[in-house]
């Protein structure tokens, strides 16, 4: 799609988004032109004082105008006579007072910015009414607020004094109507055109991702959505989703707030129109108050926020709250309109003539319309050409349905629109995501991260509750870019929603104990697989390339009950413990000291039926030797008492008789003596 279609697009959705507002703000316009056409109306908003300031503001207050819907009513109030200080005080306040953008600002970012924004618009239109009226009286300007209305009001404005029957005999509504769709629409139709244009440039030129990336410091970050803002056309109504979004990833909402009073109230065609209307001083007065009010405002706003720890990241964004064919048929009408202020402006001929001047070849208005006729035919038919880039593929659709798909990077052409249109795919994107997390603005102003409990808290199968925290990434499976691209209208949630869902099944079967110690590793892969698996049910050609714990523990109400169950788990397993290491030391000693104590037995045993039966042999031997040889065993037994009896002396033996020979040996001779041999020696 080339530069030329993206801006056409763009301006066309801006147009839709603005022309029923525009249209309202006309018809408000002619309406305001036939009540202020009396005179005591006039002359309230005509004076230099706070009054017509006060009055102008309060005028904005109930009126359903956006930023280019309240340009025609406020040039209205100026031919009608009021203060530049009263028509600034309109511009700015009216948009930002409008009941349905207070009622979205509620629905969005809750009841404080739903109170704050319209307060601090009302400031804003305050400060730069004043200002400006002030400057006024003290130097006043070439064209002072008392010179008279131009000559489309006179023509119904009542000449005689207040109280007179010229006074009260009514402006016909029909007067009303031409003043607003003929005489200021051909004022400010082409500031409005250009701004339209100038602020689809912005949108296609500036990337997506600067808008919503946090921009450093908050009063950085105002300074830049303030220079963004200014020049950028964005109602009241399609700030508040923008700003939402913006603060939900990671703006500050100070910043928000300066994006949500610069956007509405300035922009490049209301820029223009005021500078036509009230001079090149009331606009500067204009934006300088409005620069300075927004971020004076977004800096109270962060303490607010700061001082009462309230979160804007959770939030819905509504539904529009018109139908799309309104805005369709909104936006035609205003394009008819363009064409009959055009015709009555003469534009065409005023081109023909200019380039008749300046061009070396003759301009007629034949020329000139065949020429144009080829510019948008060829432009109409160059816009079929279309680049697929490296790590893209493209779906070519007819009428609504894919001709073809896995276009592969290169320049193709397609049929222009609305025959044919092209989307592309990302396949090498890789997304992240993370569950049990918000965003929120800390004490120094910047974004932290905080506990999410709808999201991180799951039902285990044990009836416990644990607080979870898990990233996830995803990318495209390849292959599958058609269902990739039209499968789901928001995959991001689609995926958050499967993985929710495998959480709950998996962990809904799962004790505490296994969840927080051993099977973590286990229990992600089971959920990586269940989320897959619903995944793939949807045909959403979405893979889920990782899934993770990031964190586990148990909620922060119950956090020191799960404490304390976990120090008795852990005592628990230290005793058991230390009873299998005590019961490992002693059964083995055990077993020792039993087979000792059968070894130390057996030996005994043997030890004392060795002994016994020697002792009995031993007997038996003395009792035989005592029968053969009486005195001689005797004998023998005697000296064995000495050296038992006096162990380790030495003993002499002296004989009863002379030459008597002690032969203590066994032998026939003795057995056969009569006389013992211990009688003998006595």
């Not at 922060?556 to 008795?568: G, K, Y």
Request: a positive charge.
């Amino acid at each position: 799609m080339t530069w030329l279609t993206k801006i056409s697009l763009e301006s066309w959705i801006i147009l839709e988004e603005s022309a029923v507002f525009i249209l309202v703000g006309f018809a408000v316009a002619g309406a305001l032109h036939v009540v202020l056409a009396r005179r005591r109306w006039a002359d309230w908003l005509k004076g230099l004082g706070a009054k017509s300031v006060l009055l102008a503001s309060a005028i904005g207050l109930p009126l359903p105008l956006c930023s280019c819907g309240v340009l025609p009513a406020a040039v209205s109030l100026r031919k009608q006579g009021a203060s530049k200080g009263a028509t600034l005080s309109f511009v700015i306040s009216t948009p930002e007072t409008s009941v349905q953008s207070v009622l979205l600002t509620y629905a969005l970012l809750g009841p404080l910015m739903a109170i704050y924004r319209p307060i601090a618009a009302c400031i804003t239109a305050l400060f730069a009414g004043l200002s400006d009226n002030f400057i006024e009286k003290r130097w006043p300007s070439e064209s002072a607020d008392s010179e008279p209305v131009s000559d489309a009001c006179c023509a119904t404005e009542p000449t005689a004094s207040v109280g007179t029957q010229a006074d009260r005999a009514p402006v016909p509504w029909r007067a009303g109507f031409q003043h607003a769709f003929i005489d200021v629409f051909d004022d400010v139709m082409a500031w409005m055109v250009l701004g339209i244009v100038v602020a689809a440039v912005i949108r296609v030129a500036v990337p997506g991702y600067v808008m919503n990336a946090v921009f450093g410091p908050p009063l950085q970050a105002m300074l830049i959505m303030l220079v963004i803002g200014v020049p950028l056309y964005v109602c009241a109504e399609a700030s508040t989703p923008i700003a939402a979004v913006l603060i939900a990833q990671g703006i500050n909402p100070g910043a928000a707030l300066v994006f949500l009073l610069a956007g509405p109230t300035t922009n490049i065609g209301s820029i223009g129109v005021l500078r036509r209307q009230l001079g090149v001083r009331s606009v500067t007065v204009y934006l300088v108050t409005i620069a300075v009010v927004s971020v004076a405002m977004g800096l109270l706003l962060n303490s607010l926020y700061v001082a009462r720890g309230v979160d804007l990241s959770r939030r819905a964004l509504a539904e529009p709250f018109l139908p799309g064919w309104l805005k369709a048929l909104g936006a035609i009408a205003f394009l008819v309109l363009c064409l009959g202020s055009i015709r009555r402006l003469r534009y065409f001929d005023r081109l023909v003539g200019g380039l008749d001047a300046i061009l070396p070849v003759g301009v007629t208005r034949g020329r000139l319309v065949g020429a144009i006729v080829f510019f948008v035919i060829a432009g109409y038919a160059a816009s079929g050409l279309f680049a697929i880039k490296p790590g893209q593929v493209g779906l070519v659709k007819r009428f609504g349905r894919v001709a073809r798909q896995d276009v592969q990077p290169g320049l193709h052409y397609a049929w222009p629109w609305p025959v044919e249109a092209v989307d592309k795919v990302d396949t090498r994107q890789v997304n992240r995501f993370e569950l049990g997390y918000k965003a929120a603005v800390g004490r120094n102003g910047k974004t932290e991260w905080q506990e999410d409990e709808n999201e991180a808290w799951v039902l285990l199968g044990d009836e416990n509750i644990a607080s979870i925290k898990s990233a996830t990434q995803w990318h495209m499976k390849p292959g599958r870019s058609l269902a990739f691209a039209y499968s789901a209208a928001d995959r991001e949630s689609l995926v958050k929603d499967a993985v929710r869902s495998g959480l709950r099944t998996v962990l809904g079967s799962a004790d505490i104990e296994t969840v927080f110690t051993t099977a973590q590793l286990e229990l992600a892969a089971e959920v990586h697989h269940e989320a897959q698996a619903i995944l793939d049910q949807c045909n959403s050609g979405i893979e889920l390339l990782s899934f993770a714990f990031l964190d586990l523990h148990a909620p922060p109400e119950v956090h020191e009950a799960f404490r304390d169950v976990a120090s008795a788990l852990e005592d628990k397993s230290t005793k058991r413990d230390q009873a299998l290491t005590y019961e490992a030391q002693i059964v083995p000693v055990a077993h020792g000291t039993k087979d000792a104590t059968i070894q130390d037995a057996r030996a005994y045993a043997l030890r004392t039926i060795a002994e016994a039966k020697g002792q009995a042999d031993s007997f038996l031997a003395r009792r035989k030797a005592y029968r053969l040889f009486p005195a001689l065993t005797s004998a023998r037994l005697l000296f064995e008492t000495y050296d038992k009896v006096l162990p380790g002396l030495r003993k002499c033996v002296k004989p009863a008789a002379e030459n008597l020979h002690l032969d203590l040996r066994f032998n026939r001779r003795q057995a056969d003596s009569g006389k013992s041999l211990f009688d003998r020696a006595q």
